[in-house]
DNA sequence: TTGTAAGCGTTATCAT
DNA sequence: ATGATAACGCTTACAA
């Protein structure tokens, strides 16, 4: 079946050790390697990777590890690791948590024992545990999210702030209460992302108290839904809405159509592109949310790693889409 | 650092085989197993993957390769796959081919000198080479495309029977003159869904020739639009057009609201579900475009050859969303 | 420059 | 039931 390197070493009259040096590109002489070429054209020789990696105690894939694959943000991230990996000659596989924590623990060690390069990990949960491949040493860098546990280079957005932005924008369209709706309460991007509308609502609602008009749900789309839901049987009803993420702006749209106060009745901000929505849905402003950006950060900063770059752990925030990555602290 | 089989067996003070029965369910009595699961818990011992797979020649991992991780149809068909394989305790990695066949060649290196335990492939063109897997007896089971060369199992939807559901539905819905939006020529699905477009289209359309009113984009948004907007020139268009994909829908769709001729002014039957298209979205008919079953059973006919399963190529035909599938001949 | 040989960490065969 | 040992296919000191 698939010939190995010492059937390719026979076939040329030369040892294993220099088939290698030619497949690797170590010194040997041209007309060696001549013959060595010949050989492995005529036996269609494929070097075993298994078997290299093995000896090499590596390999030339990363893993992406992320919690949804449906989700367009988490796929342009994709696209943006890959853009830097495979321009430095790495493959990317895709991996899909779905949320679960136990299917995330899974790919991580399949990541750790696979001997891959190095891993670029949107965590599912808070609950993440980097230790073990913090411990053997295997780069990683997280996106999207922090995790906790030991300190890892970590790509995120400025959350505060882009929340700041699309609230601001709402207030400068003439409405004059926003709400809120952003993730689950113990996601730091959604408090982040809560406090940014939080400052503005506070500056420019006209009273009112900005605990009633948050909602804390669940980034997806039927949680967006529900959210908005309870929000418009408030008393007093806010007259646009800031939401959090791509998803949940879908299900705050759908049930602003099915109330019968589609855009521009009720103002929707959306943190997040909504790639799939089609023009003439006027009255929705969206605030860009970097997927693609984060990716290429991240795969920067693990492809440095993987160089064997030293030294504590780094955190790139990525302000807007189309901004240079900024480093504040180490 | 991580430790390995023989430090598990000195701790334990048993033989490195016997560590790996208890690992692998031998015989082993239940003293020795005590302590050998002791001594893999303290020494926080995690098997070396390569070093097994290059031993046993194969892995636990499905590779899903498909063209385009930005289309919501593959990752749904993604979603299919996952959910089976996971069942059967296998891994599935995701790999991106951007429609390039060096990159999807790439990946399919990967997967074969990688040991991997199968793959499911969509072919990212017409020229797919699967010789080199199918004679190394790794096995492949091809979705959506078929692959030309060598026989292997695959899973395809009835294109013509769709494409002619979609556009009869228009029909139904009392337009006169439905056009078409197909694939590229040299797309086996484009063209088989543009064959049950015309035989309604010759079928219920009053005169007219079905080549005037079909059009051969790339299956993307921007070729979608483009069509759209040459149909809507022509000098009778049609009053409604049957899409053959999702994004090119989306393109279509755009093109109709930029030209002021929102649906239902014009129809449109878009192959395949717009998952992120708002409710309130009236006059757009949905065939359903069974992604998942097409991943499942995928995912099926893969875990039998890995299991081990001989005989000649199957083609399951999925007929619709729902449906069960069909096994016509072998 | 080239070859020899020792691993990389498992599993599986064969004795015991 | 258990243990020694030879692979799996490659890379890389070290020798020549």
């Given at each position: 079946?698939?010939?190995?390197i010492?059937?390719?070493?026979?076939?040329?009259?030369?040892?294993?050790?220099?088939?290698?040096?030619?497949?690797?590109?170590?010194?040997?002489?041209?007309?060696?390697a001549?013959?060595?070429r010949?050989?492995?054209?005529?036996?269609?020789f494929?070097?075993?990777?298994?078997?290299r990696?093995?000896?090499?105690?590596?390999?030339?894939?990363?893993?992406?590890?992320?919690?949804?694959?449906?989700?367009?943000?988490?796929?342009?991230?994709?696209?943006?690791?890959?853009?830097?990996?495979?321009?430095?000659?790495?493959?990317v596989?895709?991996?899909?948590?779905?949320?679960?924590?136990?299917?995330?623990?899974?790919?991580?060690?399949?990541?750790?024992?696979?001997?891959?390069?190095?891993?670029?990990?949107?965590p599912?949960?808070?609950?993440?545990?980097?230790?073990?491949?913090?411990?053997?040493r295997?780069?990683?860098?997280?996106?999207?999210?922090?995790?906790?546990?030991?300190?890892?280079?970590?790509?995120?957005?400025?959350?505060?702030?882009?929340?700041?932005?699309?609230?601001?924008?709402?207030?400068?369209?003439?409405?004059?209460?926003?709400?809120?709706?952003?993730?689950?309460?113990?996601?730091?991007?959604?408090?982040?992302?809560?406090?940014?509308?939080?400052?503005?609502?506070?500056?420019?609602?006209?009273?009112?108290?900005?605990?009633?008009?948050?909602?804390?749900?669940?980034?997806?789309?039927a949680?967006?839904?529900?959210?908005?839901?309870?929000?418009?049987?408030?008393?007093?009803?806010?007259?646009?809405?800031?939401?959090?993420?791509?998803?949940?702006?879908?299900?705050?749209?759908?049930?602003?159509?099915?109330?019968?106060?589609?855009?521009?009745?009720?103002?929707?901000?959306?943190?997040?592109?909504?790639p799939?929505?089609?023009?003439?849905?006027?009255?929705?402003?969206?605030?860009?949310?970097?997927?693609?950006?984060?990716?290429?950060?991240?795969?920067?900063?693990?492809?440095?790693?993987?160089?064997?770059?030293?030294?504590?752990?780094?955190?790139?925030?990525?302000?807007?889409?189309?901004?240079?990555p900024?480093?504040?602290?180490?």
């Open positions: 079946m698939a010939a190995t010492y059937e390719v070493a026979a076939l040329a009259g030369v040892s294993p050790a220099t088939v290698s040096r030619v497949l690797n590109g170590g010194r040997v002489s041209e007309a060696y001549q013959r060595v010949e050989a492995v054209d005529t036996l269609q494929r070097p075993n990777r298994t078997a990696n093995l000896r090499r105690q590596r390999s030339e894939i990363i893993a992406l590890i992320i919690p949804d694959i449906e989700n367009p943000f988490f796929t342009a991230l994709a696209r943006g690791v890959e853009d830097q990996a495979l321009r430095a000659g790495y493959s596989v895709l991996c899909n948590t779905d949320e679960h924590p136990e299917k995330e623990a899974r790919y991580l060690e399949m990541a750790l024992s696979g001997h891959l390069a190095g891993v670029v990990l949107a599912a949960s808070a609950a993440t545990r980097l230790d073990a491949l913090v411990e053997s295997l780069p990683v860098v997280t996106v999207d999210r922090p995790a906790h546990g030991p300190e890892v280079d970590a790509v995120v957005m400025d959350d505060v702030a882009a929340a700041r932005r699309a609230t601001t924008a709402l207030y400068d369209q003439g409405y004059g209460r926003v709400g809120c709706i952003t993730g689950p309460r113990d996601v730091d991007t959604a408090t982040a992302r809560a406090t940014g509308w939080r400052e503005v609502f506070l500056d420019r609602s006209a009273g009112g108290d900005p605990a009633e008009y948050v909602r804390f749900a669940d980034y997806r789309v949680g967006g839904r529900a959210a908005m839901l309870e929000l418009l049987r408030l008393p007093a009803p806010p007259d646009a809405v800031f939401v959090a993420n791509n998803l949940m702006s879908l299900g705050a749209l759908q049930q602003l159509v099915e109330a019968d106060l589609r855009p521009p009745a009720v103002g929707l901000a959306s943190l997040g592109e909504l799939f929505l089609p023009p003439g849905t006027p009255g929705i402003t969206v605030e860009p949310w970097p997927a693609r950006e984060l990716g290429t950060a991240a795969a920067a900063l693990l492809l440095e790693r993987i160089d064997g770059a030293e030294g504590p752990a780094r955190t790139v925030v990525i302000r807007a889409a189309g901004d240079e900024v480093q504040p602290q180490a």
